[in-house]
């Protein structure tokens, strides 16, 4: 089993930064692709970033894609979103997820593990 823990959520203007952490127990994250999903209300989930065990490959939404990086750092067994420009329709729940897969996949189902999510809201 693996517990996510995320944090760094809150309350950011529009073109501030946040930087997502999630954290990982009861095991490593080494062999693990990482994904970060968001969902606004009275929308589905939607993908938003995902990086390969090894941090080799990142793969993000047409949305964010050049205003969000995701990283990792195994050795502290966290994952990260660092997100710059942020707009007002960026405001939703952001989630990590984790698949013991070699390849980061855009799709929640193929994901085994989630975290319980942290609130992002921009104000414009």
């Known amino acids: 089993q693996v517990q996510l823990v995320e944090s760094g959520g809150g309350l950011v203007q529009a073109g501030g930064s946040l930087r997502l952490s999630c954290a990982a127990s009861?095991?490593?994250?080494?062999?693990?692709?990482m994904g970060w999903f968001r969902q606004a209300p009275g929308k589905e989930r939607e993908f938003v970033a995902a990086?390969?065990?090894?941090?080799?490959?990142?793969y993000y939404a047409d949305s964010v894609k050049g205003r969000f990086t995701i990283s990792r750092d195994n050795a502290k067994n966290t994952v990260y979103l660092q997100m710059n420009g942020l707009k007002p329709e960026d405001t939703a729940v952001y989630y990590c997820?984790?698949?013991?897969?070699?390849?980061?996949?855009?799709?929640?189902?193929?994901?085994?593990?989630w975290g319980q999510g942290t609130q992002v809201t921009v104000s414009s």
């Open positions: 009861g095991r490593t994250l080494s062999r693990y692709a």
């Open positions: 990086i390969t065990w090894s941090g080799g490959n990142t």
């Open positions: 997820a984790a698949a013991l897969s070699l390849r980061a996949s855009r799709t929640s189902y193929e994901y085994d593990y």
